[in-house]
């Protein structure tokens, strides 16, 4: 099992930028894909980005393809998600999850953190 910890959310004003962070430690972690969702008050739990254990694949959710950027430094056990151009409708709690393969289901992860409140406003 590997423990997961988000850091880097905070207060934005729209067409700001953030940077969040997830670090792993237990389990050997630059094998499994991980993934960012994220999930508002009252709405289900959406899809984000998700990268694969090389850092090669990465795959993003429609309402933020072309804003938000995911990486990793294998060598750190972290991830990283880039907040670009924010709107206050990614007002919501970000969560990163771990698992063994590329996946937009939040079912794939079975480690999760958990999670850091970001909060964008008009």
């Known amino acids: 099992q590997v423990q997961l910890v988000e850091s880097g959310g905070g207060l934005v004003q729209a067409g700001d930028s953030l940077s969040l962070s997830c670090a792993a430690s237990?389990?050997?972690?630059?094998?499994?894909?991980v993934a960012w969702f994220r999930q508002a008050p009252g709405k289900e739990r959406e899809f984000v980005a998700v990268?694969?254990?090389?850092?090669?694949?990465?795959r993003y959710g429609d309402s933020v393809t072309g804003r938000f950027i995911i990486s990793r430094d294998r060598a750190k056990n972290m991830v990283y998600l880039l907040l670009n151009s924010l709107k206050p409708e990614d007002t919501a709690t970000y969560y990163c999850a771990a698992g063994a393969y590329m996946s937009v289901a939040s079912a794939s992860f079975t480690s999760w953190g958990q999670g850091t409140q970001v909060t964008v406003s008009s």
């Open positions: 237990g389990r050997v972690f630059s094998n499994l894909a």
């Open positions: 990268i694969s254990g090389s850092g090669g694949g990465t």
